[in-house]
């Protein structure tokens, strides 16, 4: 069970929930096309583009000038050599059950974990530090001429993992505080670059807004890779190279993007994972499938895998965990469903909506075509059997979908600001990191059935 804790801290975590989701509730005229994309009343984590202790730097980029969408890029130090994640195996702690998937290191003695049912299945970027002083007064970390003439080399890109926050679609923002170190950690675990997503927050903007933002990010950074590649193309021609044409600016047709320097340095598009928290879940389940839906439209950017966390999923028919657990800690079925009236349209409300039952018949691309995909689930989660279910249809159709199910563990407990410190928060972030990289590696990261 949950300590006490947890307990006292979620009794008073649903009260405050509760009060905010009426009073948005009661909210007239809330709608905004532009919308919002986080609450005053949350912290927020500063952007810091240089490399700190940690050896990520970070940068905000508002990416839609119609609307607040707005990303954070986590880059880990590209001067670092990291071998990849090393679980800290801990004899005394009972991290999760695992089922659908091929365990991707040795087994251990500790009773860590039982599989069944399964599908089975270092960088040398320069630092480029000395750029900054060519930058004026930014001070941050920017990709020197010298590291960019070297990188021909595909090894030495980072994969990109596109992380949606959580929040019940009205909450939460890609700045807190609890998502910026979320996002850290998987950033060094993974060594990628990660890019969060802030979408619109409902009732401001409601669906298809958050997940039409999540496709947007998609789009963009395709469009990146093929300004990277324009700009790498005139550089050839004026007989240049990179460091000739870098000095210029490239822009698209309406003059609404530039390059991003992380990005064409560091950032492989080919290597692309989402990673969706709770509704952000949802998003990223959308976005993979309108990726399959679009094939080479979105090249050279391809989805190679992605992570539901405890998916925001319901459904009409009640699932047993629904029934047994409609009172769990932190986001009780009650608050659920009022997070979803804010978040789908009057006249669309339906607890088997698209967006919020993947189940649903007609809902395409078929099952079949989807990629890899890890779901993250805690005992004591009412929205935990759906999530399963999913997993299971996954895998009939002979996707690699494992389910990693943490004991004793509530929604978000991995990403929640109280219980990101836990040894079981960064377990769960070490295990996904392990199973991404069988997927984001150089060598046959690319999937096939």
């Avoid at 919308?35 to 949350?42: A, C």
């Avoid at 928290?277 to 309108?290: H, L, M, P, Q, T």
């Avoid at 009057?346 to 989807?370: I, K, T, W, Y």
Wanted: neutral net charge; aromatic residues 8%.
């Amino acid at each position: 069970m949950p300590s006490v804790a947890v307990k006292v801290y979620s009794l008073f975590f649903k009260l405050l929930l509760k009060h905010k989701l009426q009073h948005r509730s009661q909210m007239e005229d809330a709608e905004s096309p532009f919308g919002v994309t986080s609450r005053p009343e949350e912290s927020t984590a500063p952007a810091n583009p240089s490399f700190g202790p940690d050896g990520v730097a970070t940068k905000d980029i508002h990416i839609d000038p119609l609307t607040a969408l707005s990303i954070r890029i986590f880059l880990p130090d590209p001067s670092l050599h990291r071998g990849g994640a090393r679980p800290r195996w801990s004899p005394d702690l009972d991290r999760r059950n695992s089922y659908g998937g091929s365990p991707a290191t040795p087994s251990h003695d500790h009773g860590r974990r039982s599989s069944y049912d399964g599908a089975g299945s270092a960088h040398e970027n320069g630092n480029g530090a000395d750029a900054a002083a060519a930058a004026g007064n930014y001070r941050g970390y920017l990709p020197s001429v010298v590291d960019a003439r070297r990188r021909t080399d595909r090894s030495k890109k980072l994969p990109i993992i596109i992380q949606f926050h959580g929040g019940g679609f009205v909450a939460g923002s890609n700045t807190s505080a609890a998502n910026d170190f979320f996002c850290r950690r998987m950033a060094k675990l993974c060594d990628a670059m990660v890019i969060a997503v802030g979408y619109r927050l409902a009732p401001e903007s409601r669906y298809p807004a958050a997940f039409d933002d999540g496709l947007k990010v998609l789009n963009w950074l395709g469009k990146q890779a093929k300004l990277v590649e324009c700009k790498i193309s005139m550089g050839t021609a004026r007989g240049g190279g990179i460091g000739e044409v870098r000095r210029s600016q490239i822009v698209d047709t309406f003059g609404a993007s530039t390059v991003e320097p992380w990005l064409a340095a560091h950032g492989d598009p080919s290597r692309c994972v989402l990673l969706g928290v709770s509704c952000g879940a949802n998003i990223a389940d959308y976005v993979a499938r309108k990726a399959v839906d679009a094939g080479k439209l979105i090249e050279p950017v391809k989805v190679v895998a992605q992570v539901l966390m405890y998916p925001f999923f319901v459904g009409s028919v009640p699932t047993h965990s629904e029934i047994k657990l409609a009172n769990s800690y932190f986001y009780d079925k009650s608050l659920c469903l009022l997070a979803w009236k804010l978040f789908l349209p009057e006249d669309e409300f339906s607890l088997d909506h698209p967006a919020a039952n993947p189940l649903v018949p007609g809902r395409g691309p078929p099952l079949r075509c989807m990629p890899p995909t890890l779901t993250v689930v805690a005992e004591h989660d009412w929205m935990r059997d759906r999530a399963i279910a999913y997993s299971e249809e996954l895998r009939k159709v002979n996707v690699d979908a494992p389910v990693l199910e943490y004991k004793d563990a509530v929604h978000e407990f991995a990403t929640l600001d109280m219980l990101l410190k836990t040894p079981q928060a960064q377990a769960c972030a070490e295990d996904i990191a392990i199973w991404v990289k069988k997927y984001i590696s150089i060598r046959g990261h690319e999937f096939s059935y």
